[in-house]
C-alpha cells in the first residue's frame, strides 16, 4: 500500500506540500525513496527536520498542512496520503532496527536548558543537540512526553512510540530531569547560575478553562485535562491503583476539539454505557479533526450539536446526576469566521448524567510567565515572542502552548526548531 501510495507522487518541481509543513520536512525526497523500496532512508530523511516523525504520522492535522497544498487537489483528485506515508517510513524503521541517530556536531562545551518536555521541547533539544550543544531537559511530571503522554490516549498514540523518540535524543546526548517544576523546584535565576547561556521555555498549556456555570463544581466533573492525565498516565482506570477514578456510565463531554474526542472515546473503553459530545455549534463548525469525529461516531459516541450546558444538578452526595441544555442555533459570523450560536427561547433539556469531562481550551500553565521578573507577557500569561521565538529577556526563548494558547502538536515543533536555529546564532555571536 505504501509503495503504490508513493507511486501517485508527481515529483512537482516546486513542491507546494513543503510550505505547508511547520517543520519544513523535504517530503518529496522521503516518499521517493519510500517509492524505491528504500524505507530506512525515508526515515532519514524525516528525522533530518523531525525529531518526532512516528508522532506526526499519527496526530498532525495534515488534511490542513501538506495534503492540502498537494497539486493533485487542484485536478480534483485526492491528496497523497503524506501523513500516512509518514507514520509508515517511521514505524518500519523502528520496527526492523533501522532507526540511526543523526550526525552530531562536535561538543560547544554550552549548557542550554529545556523546560518542559511535549512537542517543542523535544523538538528543540533534538536540534540543540545535533549543533553539538550540552542540552538538559526539565519536566515537572514523572514521566517525559508532556502532552505527548497524558494528553493523548494510547490509542492514538501509544507511549511506547514516544519512548523510542524519546531514547533517540538520549542516545544523542540530551539529559532529562523529572519532578522538576520550574518556577518552584527550581528558578529561572538558579538555571542561570548553573551555567545554562540560553534557556527555552516550552511549559505548555496545563491551565484547564471552566465554564463557570451552576453546579461545575459538583464531584464527577473534570477537565479534559484532569480526565485524560488521571487515565493516561496515573492508571486512574485500575481500581488498584494509587489514584482511581470512578468510571462513568452516562459520560457527557463538553466540547467539539480533539481534545473531547480524545476524551469521549476514553470514557466508551473504559466502559461507559453512554458517551456523548455536547457542542454549542453546528458539526461543520467543529475544530476536531475529520477523522477524529469519523472515529467517535463508529464507535457510537452520540453528538448533540447546537446544545449549551447553562447548569448541572447534582444528587443529595454533591455528585453530578444531570446537566441542562440550552438548545442553540446558528447567528451571524463571529470574529473568526464562525457562525455565532445564539440561543432558543424556552428550548431546554435536561439530561442523566453520572460524570462530566468539560473540554472547552486550555490556557498557559503561569508558573514560568509569572516568576520571571521582567518578562513581557501577552494575552492569557503567554510569554511575548519576536519572530525568532526570543523573549524581552535575550537568553530566554520560548514556543510552543505557551506562546499560542493551545494549538497543534505540528506547530510546537516548528516553534522548536525556529527557536534553536535563533538560540544557536544568538549564542554563536557571543
Avoid: W
Avoid at 463544581?217 to 487515565?231: G, K, Q
Avoid at 469519523?294 to 448541572?312: D, M, R, S
Amino acid at each position: 500500500m505504501a509503495l503504490t501510495e508513493a507511486q501517485r507522487c508527481l515529483d512537482c518541481p516546486n513542491p507546494t506540500c513543503m510550505e505547508g509543513c511547520p517543520v519544513s520536512i523535504n517530503i518529496p525526497s522521503f516518499i521517493k525513496n519510500i517509492e524505491r523500496g528504500e524505507f530506512g532512508k525515508a526515515a532519514k530523511v524525516l528525522k533530518m527536520t523531525s525529531s518526532l516523525p512516528a508522532v506526526c504520522g499519527r496526530v498532525c492535522p495534515q488534511e490542513k498542512q501538506c495534503e492540502s497544498k498537494c497539486m493533485h487537489l487542484k485536478m480534483g483528485k485526492k491528496a497523497v496520503a503524506i501523513g500516512s506515508l509518514e507514520r509508515f517510513a517511521a514505524d518500519y524503521a523502528r520496527e526492523h532496527g533501522e532507526l540511526s541517530a543523526p550526525v552530531i556536531a562536535p561538543a560547544k562545551g554550552i549548557k542550554v536548558a529545556v523546560v518542559g518536555s511535549g512537542p517543542a521541547g523535544l523538538s528543540f533539544a533534538g536540534d540543540m543537540a545535533k549543533m553539538g550543544y550540552d542540552v538538559t531537559v526539565f519536566e515537572a511530571l514523572h514521566e517525559i512526553g508532556g502532552v505527548l503522554k497524558y494528553g493523548i490516549p494510547e490509542f492514538r498514540l501509544p507511549n511506547a512510540i514516544v519512548d523510542v523518540e524519546i531514547n533517540t535524543l538520549e542516545q544523542m546526548g540530551v539529559k532529562f530531569v523529572k519532578d522538576c517544576v520550574i518556577g518552584k523546584t527550581l528558578s529561572i535565576a538558579d538555571l542561570e547560575a548553573d551555567g545554562f547561556k540560553g534557556i527555552f521555555v516550552a511549559s505548555g498549556a496545563g491551565l484547564p478553562n471552566f465554564m463557570n456555570i451552576p453546579g461545575e463544581n459538583s464531584i464527577n466533573i473534570m477537565s479534559s485535562n484532569e480526565y485524560l492525565t488521571r487515565v493516561n498516565l496515573m492508571d486512574a482506570s485500575n481500581p488498584e491503583s494509587d489514584t482511581p477514578m470512578r468510571i462513568g456510565k452516562r459520560v457527557a463531554v463538553v466540547g467539539g476539539g480533539n481534545t473531547a474526542m480524545d476524551s469521549v472515546r476514553t470514557a466508551l473503553r473504559l466502559g461507559a454505557e453512554k458517551a456523548m459530545i455536547i457542542y454549542r455549534r453546528s458539526e461543520a463548525e467543529m475544530p476536531a479533526r475529520l477523522e477524529e469525529v469519523k472515529h467517535a461516531k463508529e464507535e457510537g459516541v452520540e453528538f448533540l450539536t447546537l446544545h449549551n450546558p447553562i447548569e448541572y444538578i447534582a444528587d443529595e452526595n454533591g455528585c453530578v446526576k444531570q446537566i441542562v441544555l440550552q438548545k442553540m442555533e446558528l447567528g451571524e459570523p463571529d470574529a473568526s469566521g464562525r457562525r455565532s450560536p445564539v440561543p432558543i427561547e424556552g428550548a431546554i433539556e435536561t439530561i442523566d448524567i453520572d460524570t462530566a469531562v468539560v473540554s472547552v481550551g486550555v490556557s498557559p500553565n503561569p508558573l514560568v510567565p509569572t516568576s520571571v521578573e521582567g518578562l513581557e507577557l501577552g494575552r492569557k500569561n503567554t510569554i511575548a515572542v519576536n519572530e525568532k521565538m526570543q523573549s524581552s529577556i535575550p537568553t530566554i526563548f520560548a514556543g510552543g502552548d505557551i506562546v499560542r494558547g493551545g494549538a497543534t502538536v505540528i506547530l510546537a515543533m516548528g516553534d522548536g526548531r525556529k527557536a534553536a536555529a535563533s538560540m544557536d546564532e544568538m549564542l554563536s555571536a557571543k
